[in-house]
């Protein structure tokens, strides 16, 4: 078993672009998070996705913002129109069930918005 | 609102001397604690959580409701101890809410 994975590991973008960051759960596991980690912050939830549905989203930025969990496919966090704010570590964590303790972390993504 | 807080950025000791890492919690209802670790050029990992009270890689942590604290110790450290700590707490949803890291550093 491979782990998450994520990619890109880095990603740059310029003011107004799209980002894209993509996440593959560990075999097996449904249940999809993804953190963002501000420099000197620590990891803040985002959102909590299974398989087709969002269960919560209590912590995405309302615009701009969306991800989504396809049935086949990798999980995707958008973010449309990036400004210089957006620029930070993006982490994906996945499991098997809905127990917080068995969240497995991804390295993450660092996006750099110049 | 849910909030953990990690008062320590850099936590720098000789091994063999004995380290806390120190991790308060707001909530007001029986959360959930746990300590995780991101080794250098590794991912994040759980060390270990208050319900199964375990000793982890010599490391121990005990939930004290009345202070309101989850602090992470060790009698000895190792230069192998090197790594960003994270304590975290669940509120009984399936969110984590991280506080914001020390860095151990053990010097030989």
């Known amino acids: 078993n491979a782990g998450v994975m994520q990619n890109p590991r880095h990603l740059v973008r310029r003011r107004g672009q799209e980002a894209r960051l993509r996440c593959s759960p560990m075999?097996?596991?449904?249940?999809v998070y993804w953190y963002r980690q501000l420099p000197e912050e620590g990891l803040k939830f985002m959102v909590y996705?299974?398989?087709?549905?969002?269960?919560?989203e209590s912590g995405m930025p309302k615009e701009r913002f969306s991800a989504e969990f396809p049935k086949e496919g990798p999980s995707i966090l958008r973010i449309q129109q990036v400004v210089r704010g957006d620029s930070a570590a993006y982490f994906c964590?996945?499991?098997?069930?809905?127990?917080?303790?068995?969240?497995?972390f991804g390295p993450g993504t660092r996006l750099t918005v110049t | 609102a849910q909030r953990v807080t990690q008062p320590e950025k850099l936590l720098s000791v000789f091994k063999g001397a004995p380290v806390e890492l120190k991790c308060n919690y707001s909530?007001?209802?029986?959360?959930?604690l746990f300590w995780y670790v991101q080794y250098s050029r590794q991912r994040l990992q759980l060390l270990l959580r208050h319900i199964s009270r375990e000793s982890i890689k010599g490391f121990t942590a005990d939930l004290n409701k009345g202070e309101t604290s989850f602090h992470l110790k060790k009698p000895f450290a190792q230069e192998e101890d090197s790594a960003m700590y994270y304590c975290?707490?669940?509120?009984?949803?399936?969110?984590?809410?991280f506080g914001g890291g020390t860095r151990l550093m053990v010097k030989p």
């Open positions: 075999k097996g596991h449904s249940h």
């Open positions: 996705l299974q398989k087709e549905n969002i269960i919560d």
């Open positions: 909530y007001s209802g029986s959360p959930e």
């Open positions: 975290a707490l669940n509120n009984a949803g399936n969110m984590l809410t």
């Open positions: 964590a996945s499991s098997p069930s809905p127990e917080p303790y068995e969240q497995y």
